[in-house]
């Protein structure tokens, strides 16, 4: 059985690009429109990996991964930011927060899924 990713992007191309490249790869994917529909489908579900945008409406990406972190069910989760941000701050509020690692948008998809491989060791 292939590992199950969420990925959580406000803009529908990212999403779509990520999806294609994740599929493609043989994952299965869940796609949420921002933090706090990825918060709900990741209580609600079962995650081997999440890839979440940090600037969205409703929740952004680092409240959602503080509430995620909140929950022990979902300490081990890895969480990849792929985001447009490159702040050094900001990277590490995000790793405090509990972010595995950090992809910059624009992205290759293909580094998307190696890093994906490297993470999930599949």
Same mark, same amino acid.
């Given at each position: !059985? *292939? &590992?199950? $990713?969420?990925?959580?992007?406000? *803009?529908? *191309? $990212?999403? !779509?690009?990520?999806?294609i490249a994740l599929t493609g790869a043989g994952y299965q994917v869940t796609e949420a429109v921002d933090g706090a529909d990825g918060? &709900?489908?990741a209580k609600g579900g079962s995650f081997d990996m999440i890839v979440t945008d940090l600037n969205m409406p409703n929740m952004n990406g680092l409240a959602m991964i503080q509430a995620l972190r909140a929950s022990p069910a979902h300490t081990g989760i890895p969480i990849i930011f792929l985001t447009t941000e490159s702040d050094a701050e900001m990277k590490a509020q995000a790793k405090a927060a509990g972010a595995t690692g950090w992809i910059t948008k624009p992205f290759d998809p293909e580094q998307l899924v190696k $890093?994906?491989?490297?993470?999930l060791g599949k």
């Open positions: !059985m *292939s &590992a199950h $990713i969420l990925t959580v992007d406000d *803009s529908a *191309s $990212i999403r !779509m690009t990520t999806r918060l &709900a489908k $890093i994906t491989r490297k993470v």
